[in-house]
C-alpha cells in the first residue's frame, strides 16, 4: 500500500489565485514529519514546508501553507496568489518513526502544476 | 555556499560499464542519501549514511554500491550497468537538530545506459 498518495497528477490554476494540492498518508507511528518539495523543469529539488505531527499549528511558509488534518491524515500544500514561477513538480514525503534515529524520506508521485497567464 | 554537490550532471554508460557519482557535501551533515527517480515518479532511496563508516541499503539498492570514508562525500557505484538503471540521480545530505530539518539536495545526474 502506498504510504504517501497524491491524487492529482496534474492542477491547473490561474495566475494570482489559491491553489491546494493534495497529500494523504499511512502510518501507524505517532511521530512522523510531513514534507513539501518543489522540482521546476530545471530538475533540482527545493523545499517548501514541513509539518511535525506533533505540531500544534498548520506550517506557513511566505505565500505557502500546510492544511495539516491528523485524523484524516491528510497534509495538503496551500499555494497563495499563484505566480507563473509555481509551474513545477510539487512532491510531499513523509518521515517516520523517531526522527533522530530516522531520516529516510518516503515520496509520494507527485503532481504537476501549471500556472496559467 | 556550494551545499550538495554532485558530478556528472550527465552521463551515457554503454551496457556493463561502471561509474561513480560523486556527491559531496559542506554543511556537516551526518546523513547522507542517494535517489533515483525514473520518470513521472517520486523518489526512491538506493542507499543512505547516517555517518562517517557507516551504510545501510534503501529500497532499491541493487546493482548499486556506496561508501562513506569522510562526513564529506557518499559516492555511488554502478557496477555493470543495465538499462533499467537510466534514471535521475540524486544525492542529499540533512542532520539532525533535535528536530526534522528537511534534506538538501544536489542538482541531480542524468544518466543514461544504452
Known amino acids: 500500500a502506498q504510504k504517501i498518495t497524491q491524487t492529482q497528477p496534474g492542477m491547473f490554476v490561474q495566475e494570482k489565485e489559491a491553489v491546494t494540492l493534495d497529500c494523504t498518508y499511512d502510518?501507524?507511528?505517532?511521530?512522523?514529519?510531513l514534507f513539501w518539495y518543489k522540482q521546476p523543469s530545471s530538475g533540482e529539488m527545493i523545499f517548501l514546508i514541513y509539518?511535525?505531527?506533533?505540531d500544534q499549528q498548520n506550517a506557513t511558509e511566505g505565500r505557502y501553507s500546510l492544511n495539516f488534518q491528523k485524523a484524516r491524515k491528510s497534509a495538503n500544500l496551500v499555494i497563495s496568489a499563484s505566480q507563473l514561477g509555481d509551474s513545477a513538480m510539487y512532491f510531499c514525503?513523509?518521515?517516520?518513526?523517531?526522527?533522530?534515529?530516522?531520516?529516510?524520506?518516503?515520496w509520494g508521485l507527485g503532481t504537476s502544476l501549471a500556472v496559467n497567464p | 555556499n556550494a551545499g550538495v554537490t554532485q558530478t556528472p550532471k550527465f552521463r551515457i554508460l554503454k551496457i556493463g560499464q561502471s561509474m561513480t557519482l560523486q556527491c559531496t557535501q559542506d554543511?556537516?551533515?551526518?546523513?547522507m542519501y542517494w535517489y533515483r527517480q525514473d520518470p513521472g515518479m517520486g523518489l526512491k532511496l538506493i542507499y543512505y549514511?547516517?555517518?562517517?563508516?557507516?551504510?545501510d541499503k534503501g529500497e532499491v539498492p541493487n546493482g548499486y554500491n556506496v561508501s562513506r570514508s569522510t562526513t564529506e562525500d557518499f559516492p555511488l557505484r554502478l557496477e555493470l550497468a543495465a538499462p533499467s538503471q537510466t534514471s535521475v540521480y540524486f544525492c542529499?545530505?540533512?542532520?539532525?537538530?533535535?528536530?526534522?530539518?528537511?534534506?538538501?539536495f544536489g542538482q541531480g545526474t542524468r544518466l543514461t545506459v544504452v
Open positions: 542529499a545530505s540533512s542532520t539532525w537538530t533535535g528536530r526534522d530539518t528537511e534534506a538538501f
Open positions: 554543511m556537516n551533515h551526518n546523513y
Open positions: 549514511s547516517v555517518g562517517a563508516g557507516i551504510t
Open positions: 502510518t501507524s507511528d505517532p511521530s512522523y514529519g
Open positions: 509539518q511535525g505531527s506533533y
Open positions: 514525503a513523509m518521515r517516520e518513526g523517531n526522527a533522530g534515529n530516522n531520516r529516510k524520506l518516503i
